[in-house]
């Protein structure tokens, strides 16, 4: 029996994306002793049938928290805002849980081996985005000489979750935590606390978001043990684009020692004349090699 499982979840429009970060997940030999867990959010019939044939379940998923209906009407997809939160609910079974988006894929395995062992003894293991390269880690508009409008994520989120001024401002210049990749065990604490502070930021604020708030609340006000991975385990692109590596044909960080991105996170979209690559996969962009050349090429997984 399978002790561990990885964890997605789309709905039709993003089947293809979960299809491809399945098929990523199967490449490497290591996967056979993981399950693969799929959660609902409006596939098709066709498309639940061609999942069925790799992954091990796949369950409906549900709004575990009651969310007013004018927010999230025609919106299936908002589950994964909440769902996420409630895995051992969904499926009791496992050991130790990996949740990956869909719009993320694997390119290698040792960052899977990584959230496994960062979330022993009750620990969330997860990544923050902050890296070398990062230029810009909270937004400000300047008014007047030393003052200043704070517009970090943390706390415009926090300020329209009206979850208090004082939690706000504790989360305001802390390390955004990007809740697309994590990991934890089935008994860990974290999961209640989790659960309670999205009850806070669902009540007041916008669905889209409120988990990750909810997780960096978590972390950074109830002080949740947390192994913190490095960024290349969860590589969000819209962020910082990676360099690819010819030799050995893989995305590589854009640093030395360009180690390899483990997971390729194409979050917020990577765009094009308007185009997103997330739905478009005939998307391509430039990106630098090691050898500084100039390359076209897409972001989303292929085999």
Request: glycine share 4%; proline share 3%.
């Amino acid at each position: 029996m399978k002790k561990n499982a990885i964890v997605s979840l789309a709905d039709a429009n993003y089947f293809e994306l979960l299809n491809e970060l399945i098929d990523s997940i199967k490449s490497f030999k290591e996967s056979s002793s993981i399950a693969i867990c799929v959660l609902d959010a409006g596939l098709t019939d066709e498309q639940k049938y061609v999942l069925s044939k790799k992954v091990d379940e796949i369950k409906n998923a549900d709004w575990d928290i009651n969310v007013p209906g004018y927010k999230i009407r025609g919106k299936e997809w908002l589950k994964s805002q909440v769902s996420r939160a409630f895995l051992p609910k969904y499926f009791p079974n496992f050991q130790k849980y990996l949740w990956i988006d869909c719009d993320a894929w694997v390119q290698d395995w040792s960052s899977i081996e990584l959230y496994f062992k960062a979330c022993e003894n009750g620990k969330l293991g997860i990544t923050q985005t902050l890296g070398p390269g990062y230029k810009i880690m909270s937004k400000v508009k300047w008014i007047f000489g030393k003052i200043a409008l704070i517009k970090s994520q943390n706390f415009k989120h926090a300020m329209s979750s009206n979850i208090g001024i004082e939690k706000a401002r504790k989360l305001a210049f802390a390390p955004h935590i990007n809740i697309g990749v994590f990991s934890l065990e089935h008994n860990s604490s974290c999961w209640k606390i989790w659960q309670e502070n999205l009850t806070k930021t669902l009540s007041a604020g916008k669905v889209f978001g409120s988990e990750g708030l909810a997780i960096n609340m978590s972390v950074y006000i109830d002080q949740v043990e947390t192994e913190f991975l490095p960024l290349n385990c969860n590589w969000i692109a819209s962020n910082l684009l990676p360099k690819f590596n010819e030799s050995i044909n893989s995305f590589v960080e854009p640093y030395l020692p360009n180690h390899k991105i483990g997971i390729m996170h194409l979050a917020a979209g990577i765009w094009k004349d308007n185009k997103d690559m997330r739905l478009d996969k005939s998307v391509n962009i430039e990106v630098k090699t090691l050898e500084n050349k100039t390359i076209s090429k897409s972001l989303r997984y292929s085999k």
